[in-house]
């Protein structure tokens, strides 16, 4: 296996690929990302295949031997259920079942992360009952691309599941950089709770940030806090969040800015969900004039709707997905990918 700019050791590589020899695999609906991370790594794809019967249950047949493999599942879980069932089934299938060394599940999606707290009672958390459930299949090692709630971390560790996460904040912002002329540039969150996302956009877009907050004085209109917040009138505001299923606080957030005299209003996404149920209500956002431009990773299959609207930029997130794989499987740090380089010019 290799990847262009890290470099592993040639006896830690050796002892690696002899000892366990890597698999690397995806739910169904997954599969062609998965493909396409193998072909950056220059690995054979891992065959496992659905079989499904007449009532829709589902099973899997490996079309090869994951005895004493490192086994790597690719899965996004948009339209949960089916796909969280499908990963659970895939791992169970290699760790228990056919001996696999080790099992890392890699989530570009991390689905039901919403509900991440008991705040009232009698209700249930769900991120909770997914990390329960992937200890329960012998699950080794979790990583997740920017989970909307970064305590699964703890949750994980707790089951005694490694957890890795990765952020896209680098491979958005270096796309923002290549597409956009960038003076005047302010980067602001939707709310308070992305204030870590915002502080690595404007380290890495080296322009400064401001938090909005809901005014509820004024319905649908915010309250922007911070140093540049009279610097608004002709600037380009880069709105950064990790999720949106609705763009509802995306559109307030921008029209708000656009009212303030934003000249350009563009927003900054990991995961952009969009299912049947929400597809439409998504396309009418889209066409609203408050925002000028959507970049947003591939985290999850999207219509080609929305792939094809003109303010949509799909960003690849497979070469990150890669680098996590192959440092995880060669002992490299996770971390180091996300370094921010002080003597790189991001601008």
Known sequence: MQLNGIEVEEEKRRIVETLWPIAITGIPNNEAYARDVCTLLEEKYFECSPIVFQDSERAFQNEGNLREREVFIICSTEQPDANIMNTLFMAHNAKVMSSAHGVTVLFTYFGYARGDRKDKPGKSVPAATICTLLKAVNVD???????????????????????????????????????????????????????????????????????????????????????????????????????????????????????????????????????????????????????????????????????????????????????????????????????????????
């Open 141 to 347: 090692r979790v990583i997740i691309l920017d989970p909307h709630f970064s305590q699964l971390q703890s949750i994980l560790h707790a089951l005694n599941i490694k957890c890795d996460l990765l952020f896209a904040t680098e491979i958005l912002a270096n796309r923002i950089i290549k597409e956009e002329k960038l003076e005047n540039a302010i980067i602001s969150t939707v709310d308070s709770g992305g204030l870590k996302i915002v502080k690595d956009y404007s380290a890495r877009l080296g322009a400064p940030f401001v938090i909005a907050l809901k005014d509820k004085s004024k319905e649908g209109e915010l309250k922007v806090i911070g140093s540049s917040c009279n610097d608004i009138e002709d600037s380009i505001i880069i709105i950064g969040d990790d999720l949106t299923a609705t763009l509802t606080s995306i559109t307030e957030t921008a029209t708000t800015y656009k009212k303030l005299g934003a000249r350009r209003v563009i927003a900054s996404l990991t995961h952009f969900a969009c299912v049947d149920s929400n597809r439409d209500l998504l396309l009418e956002r889209l066409d609203n004039p408050a925002v000028d431009k959507y970049y947003a990773t591939d985290s999850l299959s999207l219509p080609s709707e929305i792939l094809e609207h003109p303010k949509y930029v799909s960003v690849t997130s497979k070469e990150l997905i890669a680098k996590a794989i192959f440092n995880t499987y060669y002992r490299l740090s996770i971390s180091q990918l996300f370094a921010l380089d002080k003597e790189k010019s991001y601008r």
